[in-house]
Nanobody, 117 residues
Framework: QGQLVESGGGLVQPGGSLRLSCAAS????????MGWYRQTPGNQRELVAA???????NYADAVKGRFTISRDNAKNTVYLQMNSLKPEDTAVYYC???????????WGQGTQVTVSS
């Protein structure tokens, strides 16, 4: 299995922005549709944004218009630009493949995003 390392989280005030990064290794990154997921205590991980190998994107309704997913295949990295953050965006954010997440890349440690005044 490949490995994923998420970074870029932190504490931000409502309305603020963060940019998350996810570095992949051990598998041919450019072959995979990728996604960003988030999880809050007691809840299942949910997909918030995805990007295909060709760069087509889609988003959960809760983040549409505020989050932007992108990828750099030369750097084996996927990004999540988060703007206009809300307290309900508070979660641990993970990246993984869009299809069968956890099968070809192990889940990383995630990165905590906390939106609070």
């Amino acid at each position: 299995q490949g490995q994923l390392v998420e970074s870029g989280g932190g504490l931000v005030q409502p309305g603020g922005s963060l940019r998350l990064s996810c570095a992949a290794s051990g598998r041919p990154f450019s072959d995979y549709d990728m996604g960003w997921y988030r999880q809050t205590p007691g809840n299942q991980r949910e997909l918030v944004a995805a990007i295909t190998t060709r760069g087509k994107t889609n988003y959960a309704d809760a983040v549409k218009g505020r989050f932007t997913i992108s990828r750099d295949n030369a750097k084996n990295t996927v990004y999540l630009q988060m703007n206009s953050l809300k307290p309900e965006d508070t979660a641990v954010y993970y990246c993984n493949t869009r299809t069968f997440p956890g099968r070809d890349y192990t889940w990383g440690q995630g990165t905590q995003v906390t939106v609070s005044s």
